[in-house]
């Protein structure tokens, strides 16, 4: 078994260990780090690093999938990566796996006098919301369209529109404010939002406005932040 070291602190016995994907195969330069060592997997994704004698926690991390952290006492480390969705949309990371969220549909209620505001169906029409848990959240954006992300209120709306004057249309309504973690490649990106217990939409988002569906109502993705 070959394995590459990079990096040797204290005189404890060295570990090993190997890294793979979800099929089995050796994850070649996926890094394994602690406070106090660190290594680089070999082209068969096996690995050697040496660390003073302690319990610690490793950050198993590559470009192509999602980190883990390994807690390690004794024994060899042997990790399975789960790998980085390519395919579009919007993607949620819930511990090691990535949950899709699926395409949903927002309805539009009111009038031009009252307003509009686009509001969850009372019975959700496509799919059923991912939930995970408060906190801070990851999400792994594969840009297929625009979109913003709303909290839904009680009344199950998260957009709305007022008349200012006879003219113009205002919203009461305000994004949530996402932080680009890291950029993968054009068009593909890592966000965090630390996210309290509620439900949230992202609405598909064109020009100032939500985008329509062709069969009728609004693009959107629901989550529900338990």
């Known amino acids: 078994m070959l394995a590459w070291a990079l990096g040797f602190l204290g005189c404890a016995a060295p570990t090993t260990g190997a890294v793979t994907s979800a099929v089995g195969a050796g994850v070649a330069g996926a890094s394994l780090t602690a406070p106090d060592c ?108 625009d979109w913003r992300l709303f909290p839904v209120g009680a009344d199950g709306c998260a957009y709305a529109l007022q008349h200012a004057n006879g003219d113009w249309w205002t919203s009461p309504s305000t994004a949530i404010v996402l932080e680009k973690e890291r950029e993968l490649a054009p068009g593909r990106s890592w966000l965090k939002v630390t996210l309290p217990s509620g439900r949230y939409a992202l609405v598909d ?22």
């Open 38 to 145: 660190s290594a680089v997997t070999g082209p068969d994704g096996t690995f050697v690093v040496q660390c003073p004698d302690a319990p610690r926690t490793f950050l198993v991390s590559h470009p192509a999938f999602v980190s883990r952290r390994v807690p390690w006492t004794e024994g060899e480390v042997n990790v399975v990566l789960t790998p980085i969705p390519t395919e579009p949309g919007v993607f949620v990371a819930d511990g090691e796996a990535m949950l899709p969220l699926p395409p949903s549909t927002l309805e539009r209620r009111g009038d031009d006098t009252a307003g509009w505001a686009f509001c969850v169906p009372a019975e959700p029409v496509d799919a059923t919301p991912v939930s995970v848990v408060a906190g801070e959240v990851e999400l792994l954006d594969n840009h297929d369209v």
């Open 205 to 226: 988002w064109y020009a100032g406005t939500p985008i329509p569906k062709p069969a009728g109502g609004y693009r959107a993705r629901l989550l529900t932040v338990r």
